[in-house]
Protein backbone atom coordinates (compact mmCIF):
# COMPACT_ATOMS: atom_id res chain seq x y z
CA UNK A 1 0.00 0.00 0.00
CA UNK A 2 3.35 2.17 0.69
CA UNK A 3 1.45 4.67 2.46
CA UNK A 4 2.72 6.68 5.82
CA UNK A 5 1.46 4.40 8.39
CA UNK A 6 2.74 0.60 7.53
CA UNK A 7 5.94 0.74 9.02
CA UNK A 8 3.37 1.36 12.56
CA UNK A 9 1.03 -1.87 11.36
CA UNK A 10 4.28 -3.47 10.64
CA UNK A 11 5.08 -2.67 14.31
CA UNK A 12 2.12 -3.73 15.81
CA UNK A 13 1.68 -7.11 14.05
CA UNK A 14 5.38 -7.52 15.21
CA UNK A 15 4.01 -7.02 19.00
CA UNK A 16 1.11 -8.95 18.61
CA UNK A 17 3.10 -11.73 17.42
CA UNK A 18 6.34 -11.84 20.06
CA UNK A 19 3.69 -10.76 22.93
CA UNK A 20 1.05 -13.83 22.36
CA UNK A 21 2.09 -15.76 25.38
CA UNK A 22 1.47 -12.05 27.72
CA UNK A 23 -2.02 -10.93 25.96
CA UNK A 24 -3.69 -12.24 28.50
CA UNK A 25 -2.20 -11.29 31.85
CA UNK A 26 -4.50 -7.70 31.44
CA UNK A 27 -7.76 -9.78 31.58
CA UNK A 28 -6.82 -11.66 34.81
CA UNK A 29 -5.47 -8.57 36.57
CA UNK A 30 -7.67 -5.39 35.45
CA UNK A 31 -11.02 -4.87 36.85
CA UNK A 32 -12.56 -2.74 34.20
CA UNK A 33 -11.92 -6.19 31.52
CA UNK A 34 -14.08 -8.73 34.03
CA UNK A 35 -16.71 -5.68 34.20
CA UNK A 36 -16.76 -6.09 30.20
CA UNK A 37 -17.02 -9.42 29.88
CA UNK A 38 -19.75 -9.22 32.38
CA UNK A 39 -21.23 -6.58 30.17
CA UNK A 40 -21.28 -8.49 27.01
CA UNK A 41 -23.42 -10.71 28.55
CA UNK A 42 -26.43 -8.58 27.32
CA UNK A 43 -25.67 -7.72 23.97
CA UNK A 44 -27.81 -8.65 21.25
CA UNK A 45 -25.07 -11.55 19.84
CA UNK A 46 -26.97 -14.28 17.31
CA UNK A 47 -26.68 -16.10 14.28
CA UNK A 48 -23.66 -16.49 12.44
CA UNK A 49 -20.85 -14.51 14.26
CA UNK A 50 -17.80 -12.65 12.59
CA UNK A 51 -15.51 -11.79 15.07
CA UNK A 52 -12.60 -9.53 13.77
CA UNK A 53 -9.07 -9.49 15.32
CA UNK A 54 -9.92 -12.20 17.47
CA UNK A 55 -6.55 -12.37 19.55
CA UNK A 56 -6.31 -15.21 22.33
CA UNK A 57 -9.84 -15.78 22.39
CA UNK A 58 -10.82 -14.27 24.90
CA UNK A 59 -14.11 -12.70 23.67
CA UNK A 60 -14.39 -15.99 21.13
CA UNK A 61 -16.51 -18.52 23.45
CA UNK A 62 -18.66 -15.97 24.94
CA UNK A 63 -19.57 -15.09 20.58
CA UNK A 64 -19.80 -18.88 20.71
CA UNK A 65 -22.24 -19.95 23.53
CA UNK A 66 -24.65 -17.28 21.58
CA UNK A 67 -23.68 -17.91 17.77
CA UNK A 68 -25.01 -20.17 15.70
CA UNK A 69 -21.13 -20.31 14.46
CA UNK A 70 -18.41 -18.15 14.73
CA UNK A 71 -15.63 -17.15 12.21
CA UNK A 72 -12.59 -15.94 14.00
CA UNK A 73 -9.99 -13.38 12.35
CA UNK A 74 -6.63 -12.31 13.27
CA UNK A 75 -3.09 -12.14 11.57
CA UNK A 76 -1.22 -13.60 14.23
CA UNK A 77 -0.51 -17.07 14.08
CA UNK A 78 0.56 -17.03 17.61
CA UNK A 79 -2.31 -15.72 19.35
CA UNK A 80 -4.45 -17.52 17.21
CA UNK A 81 -3.03 -21.07 18.43
CA UNK A 82 -3.98 -19.66 22.09
CA UNK A 83 -7.25 -19.27 20.58
CA UNK A 84 -7.78 -22.43 19.11
CA UNK A 85 -6.80 -24.22 22.36
CA UNK A 86 -8.94 -22.06 24.16
CA UNK A 87 -12.32 -22.42 22.06
CA UNK A 88 -13.26 -26.14 21.97
CA UNK A 89 -16.42 -25.89 19.74
CA UNK A 90 -16.87 -26.80 16.58
CA UNK A 91 -18.85 -23.87 15.62
CA UNK A 92 -15.87 -21.66 16.05
CA UNK A 93 -13.47 -21.71 12.53
CA UNK A 94 -10.65 -19.45 12.86
CA UNK A 95 -8.70 -18.03 9.65
CA UNK A 96 -5.65 -16.58 9.55
CA UNK A 97 -5.96 -12.90 7.94
CA UNK A 98 -4.82 -9.18 7.68
CA UNK A 99 -7.65 -7.29 8.15
CA UNK A 100 -6.56 -4.16 6.06
CA UNK A 101 -6.47 -6.79 2.49
CA UNK A 102 -9.19 -9.34 3.87
CA UNK A 103 -12.96 -8.80 2.79
CA UNK A 104 -15.90 -10.74 3.50
CA UNK A 105 -16.77 -13.43 1.16
CA UNK A 106 -19.98 -13.23 2.80
CA UNK A 107 -22.45 -11.80 5.16
CA UNK A 108 -23.36 -12.15 9.21
CA UNK A 109 -25.71 -11.39 11.18
CA UNK A 110 -23.20 -10.33 14.16
CA UNK A 111 -20.02 -8.64 13.52
CA UNK A 112 -18.28 -7.85 16.45
CA UNK A 113 -14.78 -6.79 17.48
CA UNK A 114 -12.93 -6.13 20.80
CA UNK A 115 -9.90 -3.80 21.22
CA UNK A 116 -9.51 -4.10 17.00
CA UNK A 117 -11.07 -0.18 16.21
CA UNK A 118 -8.31 1.90 18.33
CA UNK A 119 -5.60 0.12 16.01
CA UNK A 120 -7.34 1.21 12.93
CA UNK A 121 -5.18 4.52 11.24
CA UNK A 122 -7.47 7.14 10.99
CA UNK A 123 -7.56 7.93 7.20
CA UNK A 124 -8.40 3.81 7.05
CA UNK A 125 -11.39 4.25 9.35
CA UNK A 126 -13.77 5.24 6.47
CA UNK A 127 -12.86 1.84 4.52
CA UNK A 128 -13.16 -0.07 7.53
CA UNK A 129 -16.26 0.63 7.80
CA UNK A 130 -17.17 0.08 4.73
CA UNK A 131 -15.53 -3.43 4.76
CA UNK A 132 -17.76 -3.95 8.15
CA UNK A 133 -21.06 -3.08 6.86
CA UNK A 134 -20.27 -5.21 3.58
CA UNK A 135 -20.30 -8.19 6.11
CA UNK A 136 -23.26 -7.25 7.88
CA UNK A 137 -26.25 -9.33 6.70
CA UNK A 138 -29.38 -7.43 6.56
CA UNK A 139 -31.04 -6.61 9.99
CA UNK A 140 -27.92 -7.37 11.48
CA UNK A 141 -25.16 -5.12 13.16
CA UNK A 142 -22.63 -4.16 14.37
CA UNK A 143 -20.50 -4.57 18.05
CA UNK A 144 -17.29 -3.31 19.13
CA UNK A 145 -15.44 -2.65 22.27
CA UNK A 146 -12.83 -0.51 22.94
CA UNK A 147 -10.73 1.53 25.14
CA UNK A 148 -12.32 5.55 25.81
CA UNK A 149 -9.82 8.29 26.25
CA UNK A 150 -9.19 7.89 29.77
CA UNK A 151 -7.47 5.05 29.45
CA UNK A 152 -4.46 7.01 27.74
CA UNK A 153 -3.46 7.85 31.15
CA UNK A 154 -1.88 3.99 31.27
CA UNK A 155 -0.02 3.99 27.74
CA UNK A 156 3.44 5.59 26.71
CA UNK A 157 1.46 8.46 24.39
CA UNK A 158 3.75 8.67 21.18
CA UNK A 159 4.51 12.68 19.54
CA UNK A 160 5.48 12.99 16.12
CA UNK A 161 4.06 9.57 14.58
CA UNK A 162 2.25 9.64 11.28
CA UNK A 163 -0.93 8.22 13.13
CA UNK A 164 -1.70 8.62 16.74
CA UNK A 165 0.65 5.81 18.64
CA UNK A 166 1.59 4.32 21.73
CA UNK A 167 4.78 2.35 22.80
CA UNK A 168 4.39 -1.07 24.34
CA UNK A 169 7.30 -3.21 26.02
CA UNK A 170 7.27 -7.09 26.05
CA UNK A 171 8.91 -8.93 29.03
CA UNK A 172 12.17 -9.22 27.38
CA UNK A 173 12.36 -5.43 27.08
CA UNK A 174 11.91 -5.28 23.35
CA UNK A 175 9.72 -2.27 22.55
CA UNK A 176 7.37 -1.66 19.27
CA UNK A 177 4.99 1.21 17.93
CA UNK A 178 1.23 0.02 17.79
CA UNK A 179 -1.57 2.26 16.34
CA UNK A 180 -3.76 3.82 19.04
CA UNK A 181 -6.77 5.77 19.08
CA UNK A 182 -8.69 6.22 21.78
CA UNK A 183 -11.85 7.29 20.48
CA UNK A 184 -14.34 9.99 22.39
CA UNK A 185 -17.85 8.65 22.32
CA UNK A 186 -19.76 11.36 21.06
CA UNK A 187 -17.23 11.88 18.18
CA UNK A 188 -17.28 8.16 17.27
CA UNK A 189 -21.20 8.35 17.30
CA UNK A 190 -20.85 11.71 15.09
CA UNK A 191 -18.68 10.44 12.90
CA UNK A 192 -20.50 6.65 12.35
CA UNK A 193 -23.85 8.81 11.97
CA UNK A 194 -22.25 10.78 9.10
CA UNK A 195 -21.38 7.76 7.17
CA UNK A 196 -25.16 6.61 7.20
CA UNK A 197 -24.91 3.81 10.63
CA UNK A 198 -26.91 4.03 12.90
CA UNK A 199 -25.56 3.77 16.12
CA UNK A 200 -25.60 3.78 19.98
CA UNK A 201 -22.42 3.61 22.27
CA UNK A 202 -22.21 3.70 25.97
CA UNK A 203 -19.61 3.80 27.83
CA UNK A 204 -18.30 0.87 30.74
CA UNK A 205 -16.10 1.26 32.93
CA UNK A 206 -13.20 3.88 30.73
CA UNK A 207 -14.13 1.28 28.08
CA UNK A 208 -17.14 1.69 25.77
CA UNK A 209 -19.75 -0.75 23.70
CA UNK A 210 -21.17 -0.14 20.78
CA UNK A 211 -23.91 -1.60 18.37
CA UNK A 212 -24.68 0.04 14.99
CA UNK A 213 -26.43 -1.01 12.22
CA UNK A 214 -25.20 -0.09 8.65
CA UNK A 215 -26.72 2.13 6.13
CA UNK A 216 -29.46 0.71 4.42
CA UNK A 217 -28.34 1.27 0.83
CA UNK A 218 -24.76 -0.82 1.12
CA UNK A 219 -24.57 -4.16 -0.72
C1 LIG B 1 -5.75 -5.59 21.21
S1 LIG B 1 -5.71 -7.16 20.44
C2 LIG B 1 -7.43 -7.61 20.57
C3 LIG B 1 -7.64 -9.08 20.71
C4 LIG B 1 -9.03 -9.51 21.16
N1 LIG B 1 -10.04 -8.98 20.28
C5 LIG B 1 -9.31 -9.02 22.57
O1 LIG B 1 -10.13 -8.13 22.75
O2 LIG B 1 -8.70 -9.55 23.50
C6 LIG B 1 -5.50 -6.75 18.76
C7 LIG B 1 -5.40 -7.95 17.85
O3 LIG B 1 -5.29 -7.49 16.51
C8 LIG B 1 -4.47 -8.39 15.79
N2 LIG B 1 -3.98 -7.70 14.60
C9 LIG B 1 -3.03 -6.74 14.54
N3 LIG B 1 -2.88 -6.33 13.27
C10 LIG B 1 -3.76 -7.05 12.53
C11 LIG B 1 -4.10 -7.09 11.16
N4 LIG B 1 -3.50 -6.28 10.27
N5 LIG B 1 -5.06 -7.95 10.74
C12 LIG B 1 -5.67 -8.77 11.62
N6 LIG B 1 -5.41 -8.78 12.94
C13 LIG B 1 -4.46 -7.93 13.38
C14 LIG B 1 -3.39 -8.78 16.76
O4 LIG B 1 -2.77 -9.99 16.40
C15 LIG B 1 -4.19 -8.85 18.08
O5 LIG B 1 -4.62 -10.16 18.30
New binding site residues.
Given amino acids: MGSDDDAL?AD??AY??AGAAEYDRPYAEREDLQELLSAADGLPIAGDVLEL????G??TAMLAARAHSVTA????DE?LAIARARTASSSVQFIQ????EWQPPRRYDTVF????LS?VPPARLPDFWNTVAAAVAPGGRAIFIDDGPSVAAEEEVLADQPVPAALRRLDDGSQYRIVKVFHDVQTLTDDLTALGWSVRIRPVAGNFIGIAEPPATIG
Fill in positions: LQMYRACGTQWIDAAVADLFFAFWH
